[in-house]
Structure formats: C-alpha cells, structure tokens
C-alpha cells in the first residue's frame, strides 16, 4: 500500500449512523468539501488504511458516510475517534480568489513597503471572516493577527510563497 505524501487531516468519526454501517464525521471546515467529494478516505485507525467510500452526504452539520467493509452499527461505532484524512490532490477545485487554508500555511507576509513580516502559522474562523496568524521566524516582533478580508489582503502569491498584506509591522 502506497501513503500519498499529501495526506491532510479532515475530520474524525464520532459515532454511528442508524443500523446499517453509516457513520457520522465531524468535519473540521464548514464547507466539508473534500469529505464529500473524494472517493478515497484515510483512516487512522488501527492503523493508517484506505477506505473506499459508498456513499457520503451531508447531515445536520456533520457529514455521514457508508464505506466499504463496514457493515453494521457494530463495526460503525468501533470507528468512534479515528481520524479521516484525504489527499490534497483529491480536494476540489477553487475558484481563483479562492483558498484552501493549509494552502496558506507557510506562506510569507509582506507588506506592500516589502517589509517581511513573517509566515502564516495558523488560519483562524472568528464568525464574519477567518484571521491569519502570523509569526516572525526570527522573533523580532511578536505575533501578528491579520484579518483575511480584501481591504487587507492585496494578493495571494502561491507560486511565489506569498502573501501581500495593507498591514503595517508595528500594527
């Protein structure tokens, strides 16, 4: 068995769903996109395997699943806590403003005076818009919270490893 390299944390099981095998997933995005689109799950438990998916959909907020090999609410609910990764190259496509978080981890901040102000360490939701949190590599300056709205955020450089802010280093 081949472990795709890209590998990215999704959710985890947290119970069965109904009699017949299905089990519900608490996803760690709203949008629970890769859950619902990719044929191939990842399961942490016993180990790290792949599970083909049967059926997946949405569910008041969680998404709940049939796989292949589990079938009944027993073998579902022995599922309980396991991890479920996708690979990155099985996410689906964006538009072009749009941004998968882990793609933003890593990434250097610039401001638009060229002044580095360190690296995407973390993509937090707080309600009306996700917030970046910045760190300084060389610890020169103390973490910086960036809002991830467009009257901050002049461009998003993938190729270029960068992230052009209108955010001041002493904000």
Request: glycine residues 8%.
């Amino acid at each position: 068995m081949v472990i795709p390299g890209d590998l990215i944390l999704v959710g985890h099981i947290v119970g069965a769903y109904g009699v017949h095998g299905w089990i519900r997933i608490q996803p760690y995005s709203a949008h629970a996109g890769a859950l619902l689109q990719a044929k191939t799950w990842w399961l942490g438990k016993p180990e790290l395997h792949d599970v083909d998916v049967r059926s997946v959909k949405l569910h008041s907020g969680d998404v709940v699943a049939q796989l292949m090999g589990v079938a009944d609410r027993d073998a579902a609910e022995k599922l309980k806590g396991t991890t479920v990764q996708v690979a990155r190259s099985r996410f689906p496509t964006l538009e072009a403003d749009e941004f998968y978080w882990i793609d933003l981890m890593g990434l250097s901040v610039e401001n638009q005076q060229g002044v580095n102000l360190g690296q995407v360490v973390k993509v937090m939701e707080y309600g009306a818009h996700p917030i970046l949190q910045v760190a300084d590599s060389e610890q020169k300056r103390q973490e910086i919270l960036i809002p991830f709205v467009a009257q901050f955020i002049q461009a998003v450089d993938q190729t270029a490893q960068k992230i052009i802010v209108d955010w001041e280093a002493d904000y």
